[in-house]
Every structure is written in structure tokens, then in C-alpha cells.
């Protein structure tokens, strides 16, 4: 099925913390047309986060908010202002390592999405990658999710498993899941713009449509859950 071009692409706002390829991901997909959405806004907790001057090279509003010497509220405050401002239909935590308060999350709640660098419920946190390598896990993967108010808890739209071999260490595991990362993430966008992701309860049912198996590259050692 030809992607409709006349179709309004969503609003993004995305929260980093770090390098930003999950970010440079979202923004890869939307400049080619791949996901229906655009990201607006771009803001960090950290001052040198890379992620950053991926949004200046393309263009992209970007905001360092320091958390330090306010209180969260204040700072959640000054995030949810500049949200409301870009008028954003979906905020993306892409690698943003600070908890949201219950009152930021339950106000965006179905509208707040995270990426998880392992198979959740199993090692939760943000050392994903580390800890399942240390607890001797063989398979483990890559999540997003609709954010609750606990930590990376809520409702699970998209998994993908990826193996991990013997002499991985942590850096060579979390490699090989931002590769897939950088495809369940923006398909989860893509989702959540054709309003195929339907909340009910614990669980997130993806309605009907067609799939990025058949479209897009995929790996054939990597299983992918329904709704990719
Ligand atoms: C990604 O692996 C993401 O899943 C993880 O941080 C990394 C950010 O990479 N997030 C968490 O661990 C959240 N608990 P990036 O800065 O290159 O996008």
C-alpha cells in the first residue's frame, strides 16, 4: 500500500539523555517519509547530551532544562509548558534516564511512549543491556512501551528478541539492540499515527493494517512481535 502523502503527520516531542540514535532514528524515518510524524521539539536533562546537536543539525527546536537546583515539579512544569506550546500529539522517551512524576505521566497518559533496551518486565532500569549479560540471560531485546507511573511498566506495544552470545560484553550487546531499536521505535510512532494501538487495561491491541516485515529490512535472527 502506497503511504498517502497528503496524510498530517503528528507532532513529536522527544525527551533524551544521551547520545541520541533512537532519537536520529525517529527524525531518519520522518525526513523520509517513512512514519507520519515530525518531531518538533527536542529536550534533554543533560547539558552535553549529543542528542542535542542532532536536533540543531536538523533544524529542530532543541531545550537543555538543568533538573538540578528546582524542584521536579518545576521542571516538569517548564517541559509539559513547551509541550503544549509545540501543540504535540505524542511525547517519546528516547533514552531519557530521569523519572516522570505521576502527575506529568498520568496528564499524557496514552499520549507518552519509552523505548527499553531489554525484553521488559525482565531488567527494568538503565542498564538494561549490563544486567541481563550479568544475570545470563541468552535472549534478550528491545521494548516499547506506554509509560505509567512506575518504571518502565506500562502497557507493552512492541518487543523484538535479539540473542546474546557468550562473550558479549555490554557495549557489543547494546549495539546490536539499537540496531533493532532504531526500527521498533519508529514503527511504534507509526502505530500510534494511524491510530492502530488501542489501550485496554495491561495490554495494547494493535488493530489491523499492514506490516513493516514485508516493507522495510528486517533481521532474520531477530523475532519480531505482531505489529511490526
Ligand atoms: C537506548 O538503548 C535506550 O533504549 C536506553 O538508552 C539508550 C539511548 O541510546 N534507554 C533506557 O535504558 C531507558 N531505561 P541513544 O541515546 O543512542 O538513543
Redesign the pocket.
Known amino acids: 500500500m502506497e503511504r498517502d502523502f497528503m496524510r498530517e503527520k503528528i507532532k513529536v516531542g522527544v525527551l533524551?539523555?544521551?547520545?541520541?540514535?533512537?532519537?536520529?532514528?525517529i527524525i531518519d524515518a520522518s525526513e523520509k517519509d517513512v512514519i507520519d510524524a515530525q518531531v518538533e521539539i527536542v529536550i534533554s536533562d543533560k547539558k552535553n547530551?549529543?542528542?542535542l546537536k542532532r536536533a540543531e543539525k536538523h533544524k529542530i527546536s532543541n531545550y537543555f532544562i538543568n533538573p538540578k537546583e528546582i524542584k521536579q515539579e518545576e521542571h516538569e512544569k517548564k517541559i509539559d509548558k513547551l509541550f503544549e506550546e509545540s501543540k504535540i500529539d505524542l511525547i517519546v522517551?528516547?533514552?531519557?534516564?530521569k523519572i516522570l512524576s505521576d502527575s506529568f505521566v498520568n496528564k499524557w497518559y496514552g499520549k507518552l511512549i519509552?523505548?527499553?533496551?531489554?525484553l521488559l518486565p525482565s531488567f527494568?532500569?538503565?542498564?538494561?543491556?549490563e544486567d541481563a549479560i550479568n544475570y545470563g540471560v541468552k535472549i534478550s531485546g528491545?521494548t516499547t512501551h506506554f509509560m505509567d507511573n512506575k518504571?518502565?511498566h506500562g502497557p507493552i506495544i512492541l518487543q523484538a528478541a535479539v540473542k546474546i552470545y557468550q562473550n558479549d560484553n555490554r557495549d557489543e550487546l547494546?549495539n546490536r539492540?539499537?540496531k533493532i531499536?532504531h526500527q521498533i521505535l519508529p514503527r511504534t510512532i507509526q502505530l500510534f499515527a494511524e491510530k492502530r494501538l488501542k489501550i485496554i487495561g495491561r495490554k495494547v491491541k494493535i488493530l489491523p493494517g499492514e506490516s513493516w516485515i514485508d516493507k522495510y529490512e528486517y533481521y532474520p535472527d531477530v523475532l519480531y512481535s505482531e505489529g511490526y
Open positions: 533524551v539523555s544521551g547520545n541520541g540514535t533512537d532519537l536520529h532514528s547530551a549529543f542528542a522517551g528516547a533514552g531519557y534516564m519509552n523505548i527499553h533496551p531489554a527494568k532500569g538503565t542498564s538494561g543491556q528491545c518504571m518502565d547494546a539492540i539499537l531499536e
